[in-house]
Protein backbone atom coordinates (compact mmCIF):
# COMPACT_ATOMS: atom_id res chain seq x y z
CA UNK A 1 0.00 0.00 0.00
CA UNK A 2 1.18 3.26 -1.26
CA UNK A 3 0.29 6.92 0.48
CA UNK A 4 -2.29 7.36 -2.31
CA UNK A 5 -4.20 4.30 -1.64
CA UNK A 6 -3.69 5.19 2.36
CA UNK A 7 -5.44 8.20 1.71
CA UNK A 8 -8.40 6.56 -0.18
CA UNK A 9 -8.45 3.29 2.23
CA UNK A 10 -8.25 5.68 5.19
CA UNK A 11 -10.86 7.69 4.24
CA UNK A 12 -12.90 4.35 3.96
CA UNK A 13 -11.87 3.18 7.44
CA UNK A 14 -12.99 6.40 8.80
CA UNK A 15 -16.36 6.20 7.26
CA UNK A 16 -16.57 2.93 8.58
CA UNK A 17 -15.94 3.71 12.22
CA UNK A 18 -17.94 6.64 11.76
CA UNK A 19 -21.08 4.10 10.89
CA UNK A 20 -20.02 1.49 13.30
CA UNK A 21 -20.12 4.27 16.19
CA UNK A 22 -23.23 6.03 15.07
CA UNK A 23 -25.24 2.96 14.69
CA UNK A 24 -23.40 0.81 17.50
CA UNK A 25 -27.34 0.88 19.06
CA UNK A 26 -28.50 -1.55 16.33
CA UNK A 27 -25.83 -4.42 17.13
CA UNK A 28 -26.08 -6.74 20.06
CA UNK A 29 -24.17 -6.20 22.47
CA UNK A 30 -22.91 -9.06 23.65
CA UNK A 31 -21.63 -11.37 20.95
CA UNK A 32 -23.43 -14.76 19.94
CA UNK A 33 -20.31 -17.16 19.78
CA UNK A 34 -18.98 -20.11 21.76
CA UNK A 35 -15.41 -20.09 22.32
CA UNK A 36 -13.17 -21.42 19.37
CA UNK A 37 -15.60 -19.78 16.78
CA UNK A 38 -13.05 -17.69 15.16
CA UNK A 39 -10.55 -20.77 14.14
CA UNK A 40 -12.35 -21.93 10.89
CA UNK A 41 -13.41 -18.51 9.72
CA UNK A 42 -9.91 -18.18 9.03
CA UNK A 43 -6.99 -20.09 7.13
CA UNK A 44 -4.37 -22.27 9.08
CA UNK A 45 -1.42 -20.10 8.17
CA UNK A 46 -0.86 -16.58 6.75
CA UNK A 47 -1.52 -16.13 2.66
CA UNK A 48 1.95 -16.66 0.93
CA UNK A 49 1.05 -13.54 -1.28
CA UNK A 50 -0.41 -10.58 -0.61
CA UNK A 51 -4.19 -9.76 -0.30
CA UNK A 52 -5.98 -6.84 -1.28
CA UNK A 53 -7.14 -3.95 1.10
CA UNK A 54 -10.99 -5.27 -0.50
CA UNK A 55 -10.61 -9.19 0.84
CA UNK A 56 -9.32 -7.85 4.30
CA UNK A 57 -11.79 -4.85 5.05
CA UNK A 58 -14.84 -7.41 4.15
CA UNK A 59 -13.77 -9.85 6.45
CA UNK A 60 -14.13 -7.44 9.15
CA UNK A 61 -17.88 -7.84 9.33
CA UNK A 62 -17.56 -11.38 8.56
CA UNK A 63 -15.00 -12.21 10.99
CA UNK A 64 -14.29 -10.10 13.70
CA UNK A 65 -18.13 -8.13 14.14
CA UNK A 66 -19.89 -11.06 15.10
CA UNK A 67 -17.22 -11.98 18.39
CA UNK A 68 -17.22 -8.25 20.08
CA UNK A 69 -18.78 -7.21 22.91
CA UNK A 70 -20.08 -3.86 21.81
CA UNK A 71 -18.52 -1.56 24.85
CA UNK A 72 -19.63 1.35 23.62
CA UNK A 73 -23.19 0.54 23.15
CA UNK A 74 -25.55 2.60 25.12
CA UNK A 75 -26.71 -1.16 26.47
CA UNK A 76 -23.68 -1.82 27.64
CA UNK A 77 -23.77 -1.99 31.45
CA UNK A 78 -20.93 -3.93 32.21
CA UNK A 79 -17.66 -3.26 34.16
CA UNK A 80 -16.65 0.61 34.28
CA UNK A 81 -16.80 2.44 31.31
CA UNK A 82 -14.22 2.55 28.50
CA UNK A 83 -13.86 6.13 27.23
CA UNK A 84 -13.50 6.98 23.66
CA UNK A 85 -14.54 10.10 21.35
CA UNK A 86 -13.79 11.36 17.98
CA UNK A 87 -10.66 13.54 19.06
CA UNK A 88 -9.36 11.11 20.63
CA UNK A 89 -9.50 8.36 18.05
CA UNK A 90 -7.88 10.75 15.27
CA UNK A 91 -5.63 11.33 17.35
CA UNK A 92 -4.20 7.50 18.21
CA UNK A 93 -3.89 8.13 14.55
CA UNK A 94 -1.52 10.36 14.73
CA UNK A 95 0.27 8.72 17.36
CA UNK A 96 0.52 5.88 15.16
CA UNK A 97 1.64 7.63 12.42
CA UNK A 98 4.56 9.43 14.25
CA UNK A 99 5.16 6.37 15.60
CA UNK A 100 8.09 6.95 17.95
CA UNK A 101 8.81 5.17 20.91
CA UNK A 102 9.45 8.15 24.01
CA UNK A 103 11.83 6.29 26.15
CA UNK A 104 13.56 9.31 26.60
CA UNK A 105 13.62 12.73 26.05
CA UNK A 106 16.13 12.95 23.34
CA UNK A 107 13.88 10.02 21.44
CA UNK A 108 11.37 12.59 20.47
CA UNK A 109 11.23 15.82 22.87
CA UNK A 110 7.98 16.65 22.25
CA UNK A 111 6.33 13.12 23.27
CA UNK A 112 7.99 13.70 26.83
CA UNK A 113 7.40 17.28 27.25
CA UNK A 114 3.54 17.34 26.07
CA UNK A 115 3.14 14.65 28.42
CA UNK A 116 4.56 16.84 31.69
CA UNK A 117 2.44 19.52 30.46
CA UNK A 118 -1.02 17.40 30.30
CA UNK A 119 0.19 16.08 33.90
CA UNK A 120 0.08 19.11 34.85
CA UNK A 121 -2.82 20.27 33.46
CA UNK A 122 -4.76 17.38 34.41
CA UNK A 123 -3.68 17.68 38.00
CA UNK A 124 -4.98 20.94 38.53
CA UNK A 125 -8.32 20.46 36.55
CA UNK A 126 -8.89 17.70 40.12
CA UNK A 127 -6.77 20.61 41.97
CA UNK A 128 -4.03 18.53 42.91
CA UNK A 129 -1.82 19.88 45.80
CA UNK A 130 1.19 21.32 44.08
CA UNK A 131 3.71 18.57 44.92
CA UNK A 132 2.21 16.20 42.92
CA UNK A 133 2.80 18.90 39.46
CA UNK A 134 6.03 18.84 37.65
CA UNK A 135 5.57 22.71 37.16
CA UNK A 136 8.98 24.37 35.99
CA UNK A 137 11.13 23.07 38.82
CA UNK A 138 8.63 20.62 40.96
CA UNK A 139 10.03 17.57 42.67
CA UNK A 140 6.84 15.77 41.34
CA UNK A 141 4.80 15.25 38.39
CA UNK A 142 3.11 13.16 36.65
CA UNK A 143 3.41 10.53 33.69
CA UNK A 144 1.43 8.05 31.58
CA UNK A 145 0.95 4.52 32.46
CA UNK A 146 -0.73 1.82 30.27
CA UNK A 147 -3.19 0.85 33.21
CA UNK A 148 -4.12 0.88 37.01
CA UNK A 149 -2.39 -1.96 37.75
CA UNK A 150 0.58 -0.80 36.56
CA UNK A 151 0.54 2.42 38.36
CA UNK A 152 0.14 0.38 41.47
CA UNK A 153 2.85 -1.84 40.94
CA UNK A 154 5.45 0.94 40.41
CA UNK A 155 4.42 2.20 43.36
CA UNK A 156 4.84 -0.97 45.33
CA UNK A 157 8.19 -1.41 43.68
CA UNK A 158 9.60 2.25 44.20
CA UNK A 159 7.67 1.77 47.97
CA UNK A 160 9.66 -1.49 48.64
CA UNK A 161 13.10 -0.09 47.50
CA UNK A 162 12.86 3.03 49.44
CA UNK A 163 12.13 1.21 52.71
CA UNK A 164 14.73 -1.37 52.38
CA UNK A 165 17.34 1.29 51.68
CA UNK A 166 15.98 3.09 54.77
CA UNK A 167 16.02 -0.15 56.88
CA UNK A 168 19.52 -1.31 56.01
CA UNK A 169 20.21 2.12 56.72
CA UNK A 170 19.47 2.12 60.28
CA UNK A 171 19.92 -1.62 60.84
CA UNK A 172 23.41 -2.58 58.62
CA UNK A 173 23.64 -6.27 60.09
CA UNK A 174 20.23 -6.93 57.74
CA UNK A 175 20.16 -8.16 54.30
CA UNK A 176 18.33 -7.09 51.87
CA UNK A 177 16.39 -10.76 51.72
CA UNK A 178 15.89 -10.44 55.61
CA UNK A 179 14.37 -7.30 55.17
CA UNK A 180 12.32 -8.52 52.00
CA UNK A 181 10.93 -11.75 53.86
CA UNK A 182 9.56 -9.38 56.90
CA UNK A 183 7.96 -6.36 54.53
CA UNK A 184 3.93 -6.95 54.03
CA UNK A 185 1.97 -4.41 51.87
CA UNK A 186 -1.80 -3.79 52.75
CA UNK A 187 -5.24 -2.52 50.85
CA UNK A 188 -9.23 -3.37 51.37
CA UNK A 189 -10.76 -6.46 51.48
CA UNK A 190 -12.90 -4.32 48.36
CA UNK A 191 -9.58 -3.36 46.35
CA UNK A 192 -9.24 -4.12 43.20
CA UNK A 193 -7.64 -7.74 42.43
CA UNK A 194 -4.66 -6.18 40.66
CA UNK A 195 -3.25 -4.49 44.17
CA UNK A 196 -2.42 -8.04 45.38
CA UNK A 197 -1.05 -8.94 42.12
CA UNK A 198 1.29 -5.97 42.48
CA UNK A 199 2.53 -7.67 45.55
CA UNK A 200 2.79 -11.37 43.95
CA UNK A 201 5.20 -9.54 41.25
CA UNK A 202 6.60 -7.79 43.96
CA UNK A 203 7.33 -10.57 45.70
CA UNK A 204 6.25 -9.70 49.00
CA UNK A 205 3.38 -10.41 51.84
CA UNK A 206 -0.05 -8.67 50.92
CA UNK A 207 -2.82 -8.30 53.83
CA UNK A 208 -6.48 -6.88 53.40
CA UNK A 209 -7.92 -4.60 55.89
CA UNK A 210 -11.55 -5.44 56.83
CA UNK A 211 -13.71 -2.29 55.78
CA UNK A 212 -17.11 -1.07 57.53
CA UNK A 213 -20.53 -1.20 56.64
CA UNK A 214 -20.22 1.43 54.13
CA UNK A 215 -17.04 -0.96 52.26
CA UNK A 216 -15.02 1.58 53.09
CA UNK A 217 -11.18 1.24 55.27
CA UNK A 218 -11.47 3.94 57.81
CA UNK A 219 -8.42 4.39 60.38
CA UNK A 220 -9.32 2.36 63.27
CA UNK A 221 -9.18 -0.76 60.95
CA UNK A 222 -5.66 -0.32 59.54
CA UNK A 223 -3.91 0.72 62.71
CA UNK A 224 -5.20 -2.17 64.43
CA UNK A 225 -3.50 -4.53 61.71
CA UNK A 226 -0.35 -2.25 61.60
CA UNK A 227 0.04 -2.72 65.35
CA UNK A 228 -0.59 -6.50 65.07
CA UNK A 229 2.38 -6.82 62.38
CA UNK A 230 4.46 -4.68 64.04
CA UNK A 231 4.50 -6.59 67.00
CA UNK A 232 5.46 -10.03 65.13
CA UNK A 233 8.24 -7.97 63.98
CA UNK A 234 6.83 -7.81 59.79
CA UNK A 235 7.60 -4.34 58.57
CA UNK A 236 4.51 -2.02 56.98
CA UNK A 237 5.86 -0.12 54.02
CA UNK A 238 2.85 -0.23 51.40
CA UNK A 239 -0.96 0.73 51.95
CA UNK A 240 -3.05 1.28 48.94
CA UNK A 241 -5.99 3.52 49.22
CA UNK A 242 -8.84 2.84 46.81
CA UNK A 243 -11.42 5.83 45.85
CA UNK A 244 -14.20 4.08 43.91
CA UNK A 245 -14.11 0.58 44.43
CA UNK A 246 -14.37 -1.30 41.77
CA UNK A 247 -17.44 -3.83 43.34
CA UNK A 248 -19.81 -1.32 44.72
CA UNK A 249 -17.55 2.20 44.10
CA UNK A 250 -16.97 3.07 48.07
CA UNK A 251 -14.53 5.37 49.13
CA UNK A 252 -11.47 4.73 51.81
CA UNK A 253 -11.07 7.60 54.52
CA UNK A 254 -8.24 9.25 53.39
CA UNK A 255 -8.25 12.18 55.87
CA UNK A 256 -8.22 9.01 58.93
CA UNK A 257 -5.55 6.72 56.56
CA UNK A 258 -3.23 9.75 55.85
CA UNK A 259 -1.46 10.98 59.03
CA UNK A 260 -1.37 7.23 60.23
CA UNK A 261 0.59 5.93 56.91
CA UNK A 262 2.93 9.18 56.92
CA UNK A 263 3.53 8.31 60.70
CA UNK A 264 4.85 4.85 60.18
CA UNK A 265 6.84 5.47 57.33
CA UNK A 266 4.39 3.67 55.15
CA UNK A 267 4.15 4.70 50.98
CA UNK A 268 0.27 5.49 50.50
CA UNK A 269 -0.74 4.99 47.16
CA UNK A 270 -4.37 6.19 45.92
CA UNK A 271 -6.01 4.20 42.96
CA UNK A 272 -8.72 6.08 41.89
CA UNK A 273 -8.76 4.43 38.55
CA UNK A 274 -12.60 5.05 37.70
CA UNK A 275 -14.09 7.65 40.21
CA UNK A 276 -11.20 10.05 39.89
CA UNK A 277 -12.76 11.77 36.82
CA UNK A 278 -15.47 13.20 38.54
CA UNK A 279 -12.81 15.34 40.61
CA UNK A 280 -13.17 17.34 37.76
CA UNK A 281 -16.45 18.64 39.29
CA UNK A 282 -16.54 20.92 41.88
CA UNK A 283 -19.31 19.01 43.75
CA UNK A 284 -17.30 15.54 43.95
CA UNK A 285 -13.49 16.85 44.70
CA UNK A 286 -14.64 16.66 48.25
CA UNK A 287 -14.03 12.64 47.70
CA UNK A 288 -10.18 13.57 47.04
CA UNK A 289 -10.00 15.24 50.42
CA UNK A 290 -6.26 13.53 52.00
CA UNK A 291 -4.47 13.39 48.72
CA UNK A 292 -2.16 15.62 50.60
CA UNK A 293 -1.10 12.71 52.34
CA UNK A 294 -0.54 10.48 49.50
CA UNK A 295 2.81 9.50 47.93
CA UNK A 296 1.48 8.42 44.65
CA UNK A 297 -1.86 8.91 43.01
CA UNK A 298 -3.50 7.24 39.78
CA UNK A 299 -6.73 7.39 37.75
CA UNK A 300 -7.92 6.84 34.39
CA UNK A 301 -9.09 8.90 32.00
CA UNK A 302 -9.40 6.36 29.66
CA UNK A 303 -12.47 5.04 31.74
CA UNK A 304 -14.43 8.00 32.17
CA UNK A 305 -13.07 11.22 30.38
CA UNK A 306 -13.74 10.04 26.63
CA UNK A 307 -10.04 9.73 26.18
CA UNK A 308 -9.49 6.06 24.29
CA UNK A 309 -7.74 3.22 26.25
CA UNK A 310 -4.84 3.16 27.42
CA UNK A 311 -3.72 6.57 29.27
CA UNK A 312 -3.54 5.94 33.43
CA UNK A 313 -2.99 8.94 34.72
CA UNK A 314 -0.60 8.92 38.14
CA UNK A 315 1.54 11.41 39.69
CA UNK A 316 4.11 11.48 42.92
CA UNK A 317 5.06 13.95 44.89
CA UNK A 318 8.77 12.90 44.91
CA UNK A 319 9.81 11.73 40.97
CA UNK A 320 13.53 10.39 42.60
CA UNK A 321 11.65 7.93 44.73
CA UNK A 322 10.61 6.29 41.23
CA UNK A 323 14.07 7.13 39.26
CA UNK A 324 16.03 5.68 42.51
CA UNK A 325 14.81 2.40 41.91
CA UNK A 326 14.17 1.93 38.42
CA UNK A 327 16.91 4.25 36.74
CA UNK A 328 19.82 1.61 34.67
CA UNK A 329 21.95 4.17 32.18
CA UNK A 330 23.18 1.73 29.30
CA UNK A 331 25.19 3.99 26.98
CA UNK A 332 23.08 3.54 23.80
CA UNK A 333 20.06 5.43 26.10
CA UNK A 334 22.26 8.21 26.99
CA UNK A 335 21.93 11.97 25.68
CA UNK A 336 23.43 15.07 26.63
CA UNK A 337 20.59 16.97 28.38
CA UNK A 338 20.61 13.98 30.91
CA UNK A 339 22.50 15.80 33.35
CA UNK A 340 20.66 19.25 32.58
CA UNK A 341 17.89 18.15 35.61
CA UNK A 342 16.19 19.96 32.33
CA UNK A 343 14.42 16.78 30.90
CA UNK A 344 12.49 13.90 32.06
CA UNK A 345 13.40 10.54 31.10
CA UNK A 346 10.02 8.32 31.50
CA UNK A 347 11.61 4.99 30.89
CA UNK A 348 12.33 5.63 34.62
CA UNK A 349 9.10 6.08 35.75
CA UNK A 350 7.50 2.59 33.91
CA UNK A 351 8.23 -1.04 33.24
CA UNK A 352 8.33 -1.41 29.68
CA UNK A 353 11.27 0.64 27.72
CA UNK A 354 9.00 2.17 24.97
CA UNK A 355 6.30 4.23 24.71
CA UNK A 356 3.94 5.43 22.99
CA UNK A 357 2.82 9.39 22.02
CA UNK A 358 -0.37 8.84 24.17
CA UNK A 359 -0.26 12.50 25.76
CA UNK A 360 -1.79 13.42 21.89
CA UNK A 361 -5.12 12.18 22.54
CA UNK A 362 -4.97 13.98 26.20
CA UNK A 363 -4.56 16.89 24.32
CA UNK A 364 -7.04 16.61 21.63
CA UNK A 365 -9.82 15.52 23.97
CA UNK A 366 -8.83 18.20 26.75
CA UNK A 367 -8.51 21.01 24.26
CA UNK A 368 -12.00 20.37 22.15
CA UNK A 369 -14.11 19.35 25.02
CA UNK A 370 -13.06 21.99 27.42
CA UNK A 371 -13.30 21.45 31.48
CA UNK A 372 -17.03 22.49 31.17
CA UNK A 373 -17.80 19.85 28.31
CA UNK A 374 -15.94 17.45 30.06
CA UNK A 375 -17.89 17.75 33.34
CA UNK A 376 -21.02 17.76 31.69
CA UNK A 377 -20.42 14.53 30.35
CA UNK A 378 -19.50 12.97 34.02
CA UNK A 379 -22.29 14.85 35.41
CA UNK A 380 -24.78 13.33 32.97
CA UNK A 381 -23.92 10.27 33.76
CA UNK A 382 -24.36 10.64 37.15
CA UNK A 383 -27.81 11.68 36.51
CA UNK A 384 -28.42 8.88 34.66
CA UNK A 385 -27.59 6.83 37.78
CA UNK A 386 -29.99 8.49 40.03
CA UNK A 387 -32.68 7.94 37.63
CA UNK A 388 -31.72 4.04 37.72
CA UNK A 389 -31.65 4.00 41.14
CA UNK A 390 -35.28 6.06 41.74
CA UNK A 391 -36.67 2.99 39.54
CA UNK A 392 -35.02 0.35 41.16
CA UNK A 393 -36.52 1.76 44.58
CA UNK A 394 -40.12 2.30 43.65
CA UNK A 395 -40.15 -1.94 42.98
CA UNK A 396 -40.99 -3.17 46.33
CA UNK A 397 -39.31 -6.52 44.87
CA UNK A 398 -35.58 -4.95 45.01
CA UNK A 399 -33.19 -3.40 47.01
CA UNK A 400 -30.57 -0.76 46.50
CA UNK A 401 -26.75 -2.39 48.40
CA UNK A 402 -24.70 0.58 48.24
CA UNK A 403 -24.88 4.16 48.30
CA UNK A 404 -24.99 5.02 45.40
CA UNK A 405 -22.36 8.18 44.65
CA UNK A 406 -21.36 8.53 41.15
CA UNK A 407 -22.07 6.51 37.82
CA UNK A 408 -22.48 2.80 39.58
CA UNK A 409 -26.09 1.10 40.80
CA UNK A 410 -25.84 -1.92 43.02
CA UNK A 411 -28.96 -4.01 42.91
CA UNK A 412 -30.66 -6.93 43.59
CA UNK A 413 -33.90 -9.13 44.18
CA UNK A 414 -34.71 -9.38 47.63
CA UNK A 415 -33.90 -12.70 48.24
CA UNK A 416 -31.65 -15.62 47.98
CA UNK A 417 -28.61 -15.25 45.71
CA UNK A 418 -29.78 -18.22 43.79
CA UNK A 419 -32.61 -15.57 42.70
CA UNK A 420 -29.93 -12.95 41.86
CA UNK A 421 -27.81 -15.69 39.78
CA UNK A 422 -31.23 -17.03 38.34
CA UNK A 423 -31.86 -13.29 36.71
CA UNK A 424 -28.88 -12.49 35.69
CA UNK A 425 -28.96 -15.76 33.49
CA UNK A 426 -31.69 -14.34 32.01
CA UNK A 427 -30.44 -10.77 31.57
CA UNK A 428 -27.34 -13.07 29.49
CA UNK A 429 -29.75 -14.93 27.74
CA UNK A 430 -31.68 -12.17 26.50
CA UNK A 431 -28.56 -10.21 25.59
CA UNK A 432 -30.44 -7.09 24.90
CA UNK A 433 -28.42 -5.66 27.84
CA UNK A 434 -24.70 -6.49 29.39
CA UNK A 435 -23.91 -5.81 33.26
CA UNK A 436 -21.46 -8.09 35.49
CA UNK A 437 -22.39 -8.81 39.08
CA UNK A 438 -20.21 -8.51 42.02
CA UNK A 439 -20.17 -10.13 45.93
CA UNK A 440 -20.76 -7.59 48.64
CA UNK A 441 -19.74 -9.95 51.80
CA UNK A 442 -22.38 -12.39 51.21
CA UNK A 443 -24.59 -11.41 48.70
CA UNK A 444 -24.33 -11.58 45.07
CA UNK A 445 -25.61 -8.39 43.62
CA UNK A 446 -25.98 -6.72 40.08
CA UNK A 447 -23.79 -3.88 39.40
CA UNK A 448 -25.48 -1.69 36.72
CA UNK A 449 -22.87 0.45 35.50
CA UNK A 450 -23.81 4.09 33.21
CA UNK A 451 -20.56 3.49 30.08
CA UNK A 452 -21.56 4.81 27.51
CA UNK A 453 -20.59 8.41 25.54
CA UNK A 454 -24.20 8.33 23.80
CA UNK A 455 -26.30 6.77 26.62
CA UNK A 456 -29.48 9.16 27.22
CA UNK A 457 -32.32 8.44 29.50
CA UNK A 458 -34.20 6.53 26.95
CA UNK A 459 -31.60 3.66 27.47
CA UNK A 460 -31.69 3.95 31.37
CA UNK A 461 -35.40 3.02 30.80
CA UNK A 462 -35.24 0.50 28.50
CA UNK A 463 -32.63 -1.41 30.66
CA UNK A 464 -35.00 -1.37 33.84
CA UNK A 465 -38.48 -2.34 31.88
CA UNK A 466 -36.01 -5.34 30.48
CA UNK A 467 -34.60 -5.79 33.86
CA UNK A 468 -38.08 -5.64 35.97
CA UNK A 469 -39.83 -7.87 33.10
CA UNK A 470 -36.92 -10.52 33.16
CA UNK A 471 -37.72 -10.49 36.97
CA UNK A 472 -41.66 -10.93 36.72
CA UNK A 473 -41.24 -14.00 35.20
CA UNK A 474 -38.46 -15.08 37.15
CA UNK A 475 -40.13 -15.05 40.23
CA UNK A 476 -43.68 -16.76 38.91
CA UNK A 477 -41.54 -19.42 37.90
CA UNK A 478 -39.71 -19.76 40.79
CA UNK A 479 -42.63 -19.56 42.89
CA UNK A 480 -44.45 -22.64 40.90
CA UNK A 481 -41.38 -24.51 41.53
CA UNK A 482 -40.76 -23.60 44.87
CA UNK A 483 -44.90 -24.92 45.65
CA UNK A 484 -43.79 -28.01 43.35
CA UNK A 485 -41.73 -28.70 46.17
Known amino acids: ?53 EDVFKDIEKIIMPGVTHWHSPYFFAYFPAASSFPALLADMLCGGIGCVGFSWASSPACTELETVMLDWLGKMINLPEEFLAGKDGQGGGVIQGSASEATLISLLAARTKTIRRVQSEKPELTEADIMGRLVAYASDQAHSSVER ?29 EEDKASGLIPFFFCATLGTTPCCSFD ?36 NGVEFADSFNFNPHKWLLVNFDCSAMWVKKRSDLTG ?3 LEPLYLQHHHQESGLVTDYRHWQIPLGRRFRSLKLWFVLRM ?15 LSHQFEHLVLQDERFEICAEVVLGL ?4 LKGSNELNKALLKSIDEAKKIHLVPCHLREKFVLRFAICSR ?21 LKTWEQNHHQQ
Open 409 to 412: VCFR
Open 253 to 288: KLLELGPICNKGNIWMHIDAAYAGSAFICPEFRHLL
Open 369 to 383: YGVTGLQEHIRKHIR
Open 1 to 53: MDAAEFRKRGKEMVDYIADYLEKIDKRQVFPDVEPGYLRPLIPDCAPQDPESF
Open 325 to 327: AFK
Open 454 to 474: TVESTHIKFAWQHISQLATDL
Open 198 to 226: AALIGGVKMKNVPSDDTFSVCGSALRKVL
